[in-house]
């Protein structure tokens, strides 16, 4: 079947009904009425704008699609085409199509994700400013977030002013755009450096369940995740989870473990989060995702020594947080202090690549 043909195809069932790339594989053979007819066999989900009465067959569906599917909407990328990202084609249960607005090549270079609360503090915005505008200097990689307010939309505002470029995934269609204020932003963002992308049709609107699908693509198109703050039940905690589940390094900025966001802090670290404290040790962390030491980077502006050890030594203890705070009969928020502590000392360090930890052999 030509591209196409299979496009065109795609665009048609996915205006209408909710399924993955691994789902439309299955289907793409079938000729289009076939197709159609499988997919209300194995009832699939129609997006909410639908109704079952609304499409009982393919002829009164292409009718609906010929007047709501403006031909001067957003583009859109399906799996099978080059543009398409390539982190999000090799899983078979996300979206075959990402609709966009905004220079799609941005999806080809290397990104980092950087998410947080929606009602930052004060030092939550200073940090997010301070972070993308480190990440971009150093290493000139793509800021990724969610177009939320708060940190996220901080998030793309200084990776424009650092002279860099931002990807914004969106939890609902490109035609209702959530939040409603961020609107004049699509057209302040204008220009080769920005993309604004949805894996949901443009007449999607912003459901709650579509923000944590939003957020796993943040972290498939990503090498690494910064959290600056967000609390137990937060977007940006789900966001950091999701990295973590694909192996990714994930930062997490220390807070005070009394407040919100300090416990929505030690739950990622307890998951195996790399606590961080300021730019630096942020930038070490993510410093071999994004290629290699920081200092090697092409277009580096200041190297920035490690000091942490890249394997274990030949002896050495490891044990978990939980562990470590059983054996001081102390509570885990203390713990991950004292942790912290050490690690800072060079006492304590991180096993690559593990949620343990490993104390060096003094003898």
Known sequence: MENNEKRSKLQFLHFFYDFSIGYFKKIESLPL??????????????????????VTNIHTAQTLFAKHNSPDSASFSCYFEN????????????????????NIALFSGTSVCVVGSRNPSAFGIATTRNAVKSIVELSQATIVSGFARGIDIEAHKQALRSGGRTIAIIGSGLSNLYPREHLNYVTKFSGDRFLLSSPFPSHCPPLPKNFPRRNRLLTHLSVGTACVEGGPKSGSLITGKHSLDLGKTTCVFIQDYRSDFGRGCIELIRLGAEPVTDMEDMLEKLAFPLGGQLGLFPH????IPSTRKATPPEKYEEFSIEEYAKKKCIAIPQAICEIQEQIESNT????????TLFIKNSS
């Open 300 to 303: 580096s502006r200041k190297a």
């Open 33 to 54: 009425a076939t197709a159609w007819n499988r997919i209300r066999l194995d009832n699939k989900s129609l997006w909410p704008r639908w109704k079952k009465e609304e």
């Open 348 to 355: 304590i360090s991180r096993v690559p690549g593990r949620q």
């Open 83 to 102: 543009d398409f990202p390539e982190s999000i084609r090799q899983n078979k249960s996300l979206s075959p199509v990402l609709y966009y607005l905004g």
